[in-house]
């Protein structure tokens, strides 16, 4: 696969097609939205795989965003667009969702270490120490496939015997 990526890069640019994409993407604002990114070895166990973004491959992402993107908070990009024709660089909003832990500890250090912001929803709801609907579930389906005598709870309360504590579980 590596050696046909040359060729495939050179066909998209003979093509035109990188051109075309380029400049759609200049005319629009791409917003990335985000839930939990998580340490490698703990987002490997996480059962809701499909919220989860590995460090190392969170922290690829927003190098890749810095160098080739604008990036910007989604109040900044609803206020430029306003005020802005062409754009020098594809604009992207990146926001997270729910504010998990994870987005403070994790993810903003990436940011910061680009320089770049973010857009924070935070389910206030939940502040404290309420659970989203899915989290005391995927606990539960997590647990059912562990194998070790630890009990489990969550929320003070058990949630089932012989299975052990997920790594991702506060």
Not at 64 to 75: D, H, N, P, Q
Not at 140 to 154: D, K
């Amino acid at each position: 696969m590596s050696r046909l990526l040359p060729i495939i890069d050179r066909f998209v640019s003979v093509c035109g097609i990188h051109r075309l994409q380029v400049r759609r993407l200049k005319a629009s604002t791409v917003v990335l939205m985000y839930h939990k990114v998580l340490p490698d070895e703990i987002a490997e166990d996480y059962p809701l795989g499909n919220l989860v973004v590995r460090e190392s491959d969170f922290a690829q992402q927003v190098g890749w965003l810095a160098r080739y993107t604008s990036v910007l908070t989604i109040k900044d990009a609803l206020d430029g667009d306003l005020q802005r024709g062409g754009r020098a660089l594809p604009t992207v909003c990146i926001s997270f969702d729910d504010g998990y832990k994870d987005n403070r500890t994790v993810a903003a250090k990436h940011l910061s270490e680009f320089g770049l912001n973010a857009t924070f929803f935070v389910s206030t709801d939940f502040v404290q120490g309420e659970h989203l609907w899915f989290r005391p579930c995927s606990a539960v389906i997590s647990c059912s496939c562990a194998t070790t005598n630890e009990r489990v709870s969550f929320e003070g309360e058990a949630v089932g015997g012989g299975i052990s504590r997920p790594s991702w579980v506060g």
